[in-house]
């Protein structure tokens, strides 16, 4: 028997989920979790931003890896996947310039304006199909630029491909992270020689793009003796969505929303549809598998009421503020995607601002869940102009998928049929990619088969 390990890293949390096939399913174990999040500390311009602290998530990492040995299940290979467009900057030792900045860090508000004075947004778009986001890797780079940090810079890794490197010693560049930066080109599925020269930025930090399924390498020495074992690294899709979406039992041209701190909307192409329509939409082209596409849009998320609940001290459930959402109905409409609610001081004062009274929890909690299902609702909507298609299905994954009365919202917003689950999409689909790596399945599709007889798939 073979076991595989997914690393699954997000804004607030990371996981290690242990897994194996048997009798034609796939069955998972959670072993190892702990904590993350962005903290206020000194950036390489000497000023304080909003940063990752990368050494404490790699040793998060080996202790996650040293406990597979413990409990026994020593995987065959393992796969990292987090976030999009954050990275860390190498010099010439190999060692990290300045750490790794957080994309919610105000940082590129010096650098938008540069950027689009040298390439306007449209060209942009037109050539890479990533719809403007303040915190695309393309602006913050430009922040590096100016500091002098790209100076001393001989290559740049996306933050999975940068733990895989700390793992191997080997450095790969993961194409469908790549695309989130803003600067692979759509129709080559290459770095953009254009963008890349335009803006000055350093040639030789953008390397050949690898595939997920791709073997990076093997464990050091080093990283062997303390973890116990040697295994290979594989490369899922290292961007989290990318992950999520492979393990959404699809079928056909089903849309989805990928459920987590982030709500991700969208749907499978073939190519890149980067029509004036899709960007005025608010749609995005970031890189699949075999250089298909997610067309798809990026929605606040559940963030907002991460944050609350962060700022009543944790002290409700996300069970209990639906529970509580669910006997506080109000009809305060608003647009969950105002830049307003990217990163504020406080998210609680930002919402009865935008509503002009003081909310109760409950309250409060259904206004973020009721405007977070209307925006499924206008994206869908945009989505089929953009297509030219007519859905009646949408599959709900991730975290979010648990979420009753979000899912209720959603139904009544949409009118569409919801299917929901896996719940720990992105493990799974990072798992899903090692395995075909490996050669336990034989392609994705057989992978989607496997997921929808080994985990719950609901259907409102």
Request: proline share 2%; net charge negative.
């Amino acid at each position: 028997m073979r076991y595989y390990l997914a690393i699954d890293i997000g804004a607030s949390s990371g996981r290690h989920i242990v897994s194996y096939l048997q009798d034609g399913k796939m069955i998972t174990e959670e072993i190892y979790r702990f904590q993350n999040g962005p903290k206020d500390l000194k950036g390489y311009d000497g000023e304080t931003h909003l940063m990752w602290e990368p050494e404490r998530l790699y040793q998060e990492i080996l202790n996650g890896l040293k406990k597979a040995c413990e409990i026994g299940k020593v995987p065959y290979s393992v796969g990292i996947d987090t976030w999009g467009v954050d990275y860390a900057l190498l010099d010439e030792n190999d060692k990290a310039i300045g750490s790794v900045y957080c994309y919610r860090d105000e940082r590129t508000q010096k650098t938008i304006d540069k950027v689009h004075g040298i390439l306007p947004y449209d060209d942009l778009y037109a050539k890479t199909g990533i719809q403007f986001a303040s915190f695309n890797t393309v602006y913050q780079l430009m922040h590096d630029k100016d500091t002098g940090r790209m100076d001393k810079a001989t290559s740049m890794l996306m933050l999975p491909d940068y733990f895989h490197f700390r793992l191997t010693g080997v450095k790969k560049q993961e194409y469908t992270n790549a695309t989130t930066t803003g600067m692979v080109n759509a129709l080559t599925h290459k770095w953009d020689e254009e963008i890349i020269e335009k803006l000055g930025y350093k040639k030789e930090l953008f390397g050949e793009l690898a595939q997920p399924g791709t073997v990076v390498g093997e464990f050091t020495d080093e990283v062997a003796a303390f973890v116990g074992y040697k295994a290979k690294v594989v490369l899922p899709a290292t961007h989290d969505t990318a992950s999520a979406v492979l393990a959404a039992p699809l079928d056909g041209q089903t849309p989805y929303i990928s459920s987590g701190t982030w709500s991700l909307l969208g749907v499978e192409q073939n190519q890149a549809v980067t029509l004036k329509s899709a960007n005025e939409a608010g749609y995005s082209n970031e890189g699949s598998i075999k250089y298909t596409f997610r067309l798809q849009k990026n929605i606040m998320g559940l963030w907002m009421i991460q944050q609350v609940r962060h700022e009543l001290d944790d002290a409700y459930s996300f069970a209990e503020l639906a529970k509580m959402a669910s006997e506080n109905v109000v009809d305060d409409l608003f647009d969950v995607n105002d830049q307003k609610f990217l990163a504020p001081k406080s998210m609680i004062d930002v919402i009865n601002e935008t509503v002009g009274r003081k909310l109760s929890v409950g309250e409060m909690a259904y206004v973020i869940y009721n405007n977070l299902a209307r925006e499924y609702d206008n994206s869908v909507k945009a989505l089929e102009e953009v297509t030219g298609e007519k859905y009646e299905t949408l599959n709900i994954i991730g975290g979010g998928s648990k979420n009753g009365l979000l899912n209720e919202l959603t139904k009544k917003w949409t009118g569409l049929k919801i299917v929901t689950g896996p719940a720990e999409g992105t493990a799974i689909g990072n798992l899903l990619m090692q395995m075909v790596g490996c050669g336990d399945l034989q392609d994705v599709q057989a992978g989607r088969r496997i997921i929808k007889n080994s985990f719950d798939i609901n259907e409102l």
